[in-house]
């Protein structure tokens, strides 16, 4: 057996190391903004689902990716 | 022997990285803003929750993806 | 059956990465600034909102060019 499988898998899975990072980052910190003003909390939480989806949509067009793309 | 095994894996260990960093930044933040405001734990723990739900997607997603594509 | 597979694929992937975290430290930070100033909101949304723009371009980018060059 030799090595198989398709390079639209490892696309996917570098596609996925900056999205997981940054979304981190903003409930990270997202919490803690909430925990300084809970009475923003609507604000706050409305940004943070905002900045997660946008990054979020970049690791889901990999995952797209991979399938359109595994030859 | 030549190198056997297949690109899924290696996909899967790369979409490891990003999600384990920041769930760990979501969680580490997350309890010092509980320490900061330990009254408003229930909202900091929804939204800790919440962000690690749509991080570890992207990982459980890899791991999906190497069954589906491991050729 | 042998690897397949573009590279295009790797290439949004790397993509992906750098807009992945940076968006995020944008948001981050952003809920944060919008804590300390809630009455500002307007104006710190905004400048979020371009940094956020400028940034998805660049992974976006990098998807329109998986698909010139598949090859």
Same mark, same amino acid.
């Given at each position: 057996? &030799?090595? @198989? /499988? @398709?390079l639209a898998t490892i696309g996917y899975g570098l596609a996925c190391i900056g999205p997981g990072i940054g979304v /981190? $980052? $903003?409930f990270g910190l997202g919490? =803690? *903004? $909430? *925990?300084? =003003?809970? &009475?923003?909390r609507g604000i706050l939480q409305g940004q943070m689902? %905002? /900045?997660m989806a946008v990054i &979020? *949509? %970049?690791a889901i067009l990999g995952f797209v990716l991979a399938f359109i793309q595994a030859g």
């Amino acid at each position: 057996m &030799e090595m @198989t /499988g @398709t390079l639209a898998t490892i696309g996917y899975g570098l596609a996925c190391i900056g999205p997981g990072i940054g979304v /981190g $980052i $903003i409930f990270g910190l997202g919490v =803690q *903004a $909430i *925990a300084r =003003q809970p &009475e923003a909390r609507g604000i706050l939480q409305g940004q943070m689902i %905002l /900045g997660m989806a946008v990054i &979020e *949509a %970049l690791a889901i067009l990999g995952f797209v990716l991979a399938f359109i793309q595994a030859g």
